[in-house]
Nanobody, 129 residues
Framework: QVRLVESGGGLVQPGGSLRLSCAAS????????MTWVRQAPGKGFEWVAD????????YYADAVEDRFSITRDNAKNILYLQMTSLTPEDTAVYFC??????????????????????WGQGTQVTVSS
């Protein structure tokens, strides 16, 4: 059974940083690209970043490029999202999701749950002073 468990969310002041983690189990983690997605209050899912199965290729949404960094540790089956220079617009529930292949990609348009093989339960990130 695939399981994805996010952690590391919380309340942070504007300009601050957080690192999210996603512990994966139940599948061959190193064989799949992984994704971070977020959902702000009252809005749909917003694709944030993708990383290929080996970690060498990374893709970011324009809104987070140069501020966020997606990485993975295939030995530990953990996905990370390092977030810096946070703004109130980054407030959302952040989800990790299993890709459908080893290739990551830049996502264009609306993302839905069926576009990824599995999702975690999410972790809340609130950016506020």
């Amino acid at each position: 059974q695939v399981r994805l468990v996010e952690s590391g969310g919380g309340l942070v002041q504007p300009g601050g940083s957080l690192r999210l983690s996603c512990a994966a189990s139940g599948f061959a983690f190193s064989n799949y690209a992984m994704t971070w997605v977020r959902q702000a209050p009252g809005k749909g899912f917003e694709w944030v970043a993708d990383i290929s199965s080996g970690g060498s290729n990374r893709y970011y949404a324009d809104a987070v490029e140069d501020r966020f960094s997606i990485t993975r540790d295939n030995a530990k089956n953990i996905l990370y999202l390092q977030m810096t220079s946070l703004t109130p617009e980054d407030t959302a529930v952040y989800f990790c999701a299993q890709g459908t292949s080893k290739y990551g990609s830049r996502w264009i348009g609306t993302l839905s749950r069926r576009d990824r093989s599995a999702w975690g339960q999410g972790t809340q990130v609130t950016v506020s002073s």
